[in-house]
C-alpha cells in the first residue's frame, strides 16, 4: 500500500516515536494529522510536515473523532499509528508494606489500552468508507505500539506492563475484526529507545542502559522505530503480528 496522496493519523505525534513517525509518513506523501495534547510542539510538528494538529485526548471520543474527521478530510484516510501513552511505576506492595495506587493503574490501563482501542475502532470505522486500493480489498493499516515491557516486564512495572500487554492481546483479534474491510493490524514492541522520556537522563546513563542490549549496544533511535512503522503499513502481507525492535535485549526483573 503505498501513502503518496493519503492521509494519516499519528496519536502522540508531538514528539518521541510520534514524531518520527509522522515525519515519516510525511516524506512518503502522506498528509499526516498529529494528534497531541501539547499544544506548541503538536502544531509545530505538523506545521514543518504539512501536516494537520489536532488537540484530542485518546480516551475521549469527542475529541478523538474530531482528528479523525481532519484524517477523513484530509484524503483517503490509509494509515493510523498510536503511540500516545504513558509510564508510570509502582510496586503491587512497596517495601514500606503501601499497596500499589488503584487509581495510577487505571490510568496508565486508561491511556495505553482503552486509548488505543479508542482510536482503533473510530479510526477503521472511517477507512471502511473508503475505496479499496487494490483487487483484494486492502483499504489500510494500524500499527499499534506496545512494548518489550508488555512481555517481559520488570519490577514495578504492573501496571505498564498490563497496558502494553494488553496491547499485544488485541493485536491479533483486531486483525481478524477488521480483515472485511480490508484493514491489516500489527503491533511494535519497542526495547531501550532514546525518547524525551530519557531526556534528563545523562549521557553515562544512556550508555549504561545501551550496555544491556545485545546488538548493537545502544538505545534504539526514533528513525529506527519510525521506519518499522512505515513497513508494517506498507507491505501488504504483514498483518496481524508483533514485532520486537530492541536489538534482542531480554529484560531482566529488574
Known amino acids: 500500500m503505498q501513502l ?9 505525534g508531538a514528539s518521541g516515536l510520534g514524531e518520527a513517525t509522522a515525519r515519516r509518513l510525511a516524506a512518503a506523501g502522506a498528509v499526516v494529522v498529529v494528534l497531541d495534547l501539547h499544544d506548541e510542539k503538536g502544531a509545530a510538528v505538523a506545521a514543518d510536515i504539512g501536516g494537520v494538529y489536532v488537540r484530542a485526548d485518546v480516551t475521549d471520543p469527542v475529541s478523538v473523532q474530531a ?3 481532519a484524517a477523513a478530510s484530509a484524503g483517503s484516510f490509509r494509515a493510523l499509528v ?3 501513552g504513558i509510564g508510570m511505576a509502582g510496586r503491587t506492595i512497596d517495601r ?12 496508565v490501563v486508561r491511556i495505553n489500552l482503552v486509548g488505543t482501542f479508542n482510536v482503533i475502532r473510530l479510526a477503521a470505522a472511517a477507512m471502511a468508507n ?3 486500493v487494490d483487487e483484494f480489498g486492502a483499504r489500510g493499516a494500524i500499527v499499534n505500539t506496545s512494548s518489550v515491557a508488555g ?12 497496558s502494553k500487554g494488553g496491547v499485544i492481546g488485541i493485536t491479533l483479534p483486531i486483525a481478524r475484526d477488521l480483515a472485511s474491510i480490508g484493514v ?11 525518547t524525551p522520556l530519557l531526556g534528563s537522563a545523562s549521557i553515562a546513563v544512556k550508555v549504561g542502559l545501551g550496555d544491556s542490549v545485545l546488538f548493537p549496544k545502544r538505545m534504539g533511535a526514533t528513525a529506527e522505530f519510525a521506519s518499522m512503522a512505515y513497513e508494517l503499513l506498507t507491505n501488504d502481507y504483514m498483518n496481524g503480528e508483533v514485532i520486537r525492535l530492541d536489538g534482542a535485549i531480554r529484560f531482566q526483573p529488574k
Open 130 to 132: 473508503t475505496e479499496p
Open 151 to 162: 512481555i517481559e516486564g520488570q519490577t514495578g512495572q504492573a501496571a505498564y506492563s498490563a
Open 96 to 107: 514500606h508494606g503501601v499497596p500499589h495506587d488503584l487509581a495510577v493503574f487505571e490510568k
Open 4 to 12: 503518496n496522496g493519503s492521509s494519516a493519523l499519528v496519536t502522540g
Open 67 to 69: 482528528a479523525v474527521d
Open 184 to 194: 491489516r493490524v500489527n503491533t511494535i514492541c519497542p526495547g531501550l529507545m532514546d
Open 82 to 84: 498510536n503511540c500516545a
